[in-house]
């Protein structure tokens, strides 16, 4: 009885420290451990609030990268803190007393796609790079996703980063070519195939009888039929593109192979003398 | 009776000339789309080599030891004959394209010059110094140009022969993307500071070694498939499409397939031991709910089960809804760079849907590591002293021959870069430096000045 008693008192208590958390006004972090990887509205604030005290440099992109990882661990030095680059529950009460956040201020200039700091001390306006933003001079800027249209978002809305995780050594495009060579190639066969393809482009970068780049092992003349047929320039679908991210991080279903074909087209002799490695599909793949 | 011969001559010779005109315009098609797929390889070759030679002049920068620097340069200067090469492909002769060219003579000559001297009597003098960092920071400003352009030449798949038209044109009403971007790159004279870019060699898949270590007897089918079903919990009636690999792999595998629900598997087994090689689960991924800590943590627990004890997270990213977690191995406290595992968390509903131990059974062997001859110190001093160095571990990783070494790993920054540099923890040698860059703009909202 007295235990039951404690414990809706304890959760009394919990609650009501709950509630007036929650009815401050400042925007704060949500519960999550922030770490090297994340991204996001956190990843957002907890770049803004190292920069506001001097930690953090580069642009805040929403991204947890290298930088924020050593700006965090320098902050955690100078607080006294463990220095692992987690940013828990500690940290982020340590962040909040100690920095401001201005979400309005970051959003506008986030969404406006501007170039901008937010150290404190200093003048917001000194901060944003002038005559930047919509009024940019690059020219036809007009695809949807585009940061040159400001157009105001809800408050409600979360912050949207304005970069992304990349695989090391490969930029968004490759990825997009290789997922447009995918598509053209193997749409329509089981994922695992098409991961394979994808894997045996990378294969082809590898091996030092294939040119060394994407773009060159995908446009080797007469390497890929997607390719002399032109419906490489298809928009590839969200399978092809994760396909080739699977890839690119290490999967290789094709059995690290440097070809393949079909065996109800396949016309070439020269193709059948390959060892195979394995069926995938109606791909055949061979080294 | 002459009228219908004449009908029928002339009709024949109608769809005689209607199948010569289709068989042309077909021939026509063909050969735009040959025209085409030539000038699309060499642009999106020019936006690499571009990244490539960024990636080579930043790397340089973090260099301390003469040795690497020579061919380093050598690399650089080659690179930027393959750069001008590139740009000599695209129909661009009309355009003003000075200041790329100029920029790829520039540093042709540069690199050049100090590749040829001799470093030890001669080396890079202070100004030397500042003009790689100004062309390093030129590097910069052209690649993003360059990737900003081919962005939108794939969202909007622009064609490059539409350009040579156009120029041959020159219709002042005509507006073509292509034609606008690179006259923004002769205009543009903003530096940009943001730098995205590390080199592929780090991350591909190692060939040369044939998983001469894997231990274990070898399995049949049906204890693959038993392998399988414990695996994934699936039930005794779900039918598993199994294959064993063909002559030509370098290892005997068996793969697996099956689908569930909304689920697609497929798993690769190994002969051998019956070792799960790796494993991929495909379905559609809602909007993430936990995050990337807890989904490591997820990550961390399969090893576990997997009996795969004794590794360390290397590096976690999150791609949109989901999670991907790079581990390798650790032994005394020593990272064994080669034993590397990954595995990828869906972040809708922390399942896990994929995991590869390929590398890990292919490199994996028990290790006697010795103590470095060099202390933390003495290796810290073989180290480009304008790098802060912020944190360092001893790693066990493959010199250019392929061959491990024991290294001092130090992760240092300069500017707004983060380097990761290996030093021999026995000879002192600097074994590789890498600029480590994982976060990229996304081009489609380039940030402007």
Avoid at chain 1, 70 to 82: D, S, V
Avoid at chain 2, 74 to 84: G, K, P
Avoid at chain 2, 92 to 116: H, M
Avoid at chain 2, 263 to 290: C, P, T, W
């Amino acid at each position: 009885m007295k235990n039951a008693f404690l414990k809706s008192l304890l959760s009394v208590c919990f609650l009501s420290i709950f509630f007036v958390y929650n009815e401050q006004p400042v925007a704060a972090f949500s519960p999550q451990v922030i770490q090297h990887g994340a991204t996001g509205e956190d990843v957002v604030e907890l770049q803004a609030r190292l920069q506001y005290l001097g930690f953090y440099n580069s642009q805040i992109d929403g991204v947890f990268g290298w930088g924020t990882y050593w700006a965090l661990r320098n902050f955690q030095y100078e607080f006294g803190m463990e220095i692992d680059g987690l940013a828990g529950q500690e940290v982020k009460d340590k962040l909040v007393s100690a920095s401001n956040y201005d979400k309005a201020f970051i959003r506008e200039n986030i969404e406006a796609g501007r170039k901008f700091t937010y150290y404190g001390g200093m003048s917001k306006e000194n901060q944003v790079k002038q005559g930047s933003g919509s009024s940019n001079q690059q020219p036809n800027n007009g695809d949807g996703q585009s940061g040159g249209t400001v157009q105001p978002t809800n408050e409600d809305e979360a912050i949207e980063p304005t970069a992304s995780n990349v695989p090391n050594g490969f930029s968004q495009n490759d990825i997009q070519l290789m997922a447009q060579a995918v598509y053209g190639e193997a749409r329509g066969e089981p994922y695992e195939g098409q991961v394979a393809v994808a894997a045996v482009i990378l294969n082809r970068i590898q091996n030092s009888i294939f040119p060394d780049s994407v773009s060159g092992v995908i446009y080797e003349p007469l390497a890929f039929t997607a390719v002399a047929d032109g419906q490489i320039y298809l928009e590839p679908d969200e399978t092809a593109r994760r396909a080739v991210l699977d890839a690119i991080n290490g999967w290789d279903p094709s059995g690290e192979a440097i070809y393949y074909f079909n065996p109800d087209t396949a016309t070439s002799t020269w193709i059948w003398s390959r060892p195979q490695i394995k069926r995938i599909g109606k791909h055949v793949f061979c080294m | 009776m002459i009228k219908w011969i004449a009908i029928a001559i002339l009709s024949i010779g109608l769809a005689g000339t209607a199948y010569w005109g289709f068989q042309q315009s077909n021939q026509r098609e063909t050969l735009l789309i040959q025209n085409e797929n030539n000038y699309q390889r060499a642009f999106h070759d020019l936006t690499y080599h571009l990244d490539l030679l960024y990636g080579k002049i930043g790397t340089t920068l973090a260099l301390n030891t003469n040795e690497q620097l020579s061919p380093q340069m050598l690399e650089i200067w080659q690179l930027t004959s393959r750069a001008q090469t590139d740009v000599n492909q695209l129909p661009l002769v009309l355009l003003p394209f000075s200041k790329t060219e100029g920029f790829l003579s520039e540093i042709g000559d540069f690199t050049y010059d100090v590749a040829v001297r001799n470093l030890d009597d001669e080396p890079l003098s202070q100004e030397e110094t500042e003009k790689l960092n100004g062309l390093y920071e030129a590097a910069d400003e052209i690649r993003q140009e360059l990737r900003t352009i081919q962005h939108e030449v794939m969202g909007k798949q622009l064609r490059w022969v539409d350009v040579e038209l156009a120029l041959t044109d020159m219709d002042p009403e005509s507006e073509n993307f292509i034609v606008d971007g690179f006259t923004t790159i002769e205009d543009s004279a903003s530096n940009f500071t943001e730098t995205h870019f590390q080199n592929l060699s780090a991350t591909l898949p190692q060939q040369h070694e044939r998983f001469s270590f894997l231990t274990g007897s070898d399995v049949s089918e049906v204890e693959a498939i038993d392998i399988i079903r414990k695996q994934f919990d699936l039930n005794e009636d779900l039918a598993i499409d199994l294959q064993k690999s063909g002559e030509g792999a370098q290892l005997q595998t068996y793969s697996g397939s099956f689908t569930h629900d909304d689920h697609h598997g497929y798993v690769e087994i190994s002969e051998k031991g019956g070792h799960i090689l790796s494993y991929m689960i495909n379905r559609d991924f809602q909007e993430a709910a936990i995050s990337l800590n807890d989904a490591q943590k997820k990550a961390e627990q399969l090893l576990e089960e997997q009996g795969l004890d004794q590794f360390i997270i290397m590096q976690a990213s999150q791609f949109e809804q989901v999670g991907l977690f790079q581990f390798v191995g650790n032994q005394d406290d020593i990272w064994i760079y080669p034993d590397k595992i990954m595995v990828k968390v869906a972040l809708d509903t922390g399942e896990i849907v994929g995991f590869s131990a390929a590398d890990f059974y292919r490199n994996h062997r028990d290790r006697e590591l010795s103590q470095p001859e060099l202390s933390l110190e003495e290796a810290e001093e073989k180290v480009n002293q304008s790098l802060t160095i912020e944190d360092y571990h001893l790693a066990i990783v493959e010199d250019n021959e392929g061959n491990e070494v024991l290294t001092y790993a130090f992760f240092g920054t300069l500017n707004h870069d983060t380097y990761r540099i290996f030093i021999d923890a026995n000879t002192g040698y600097e074994v590789v430096v890498e600029l480590l860059q994982d976060v990229e703009n996304n081009w489609g909202n380039r940030l402007t000045d």
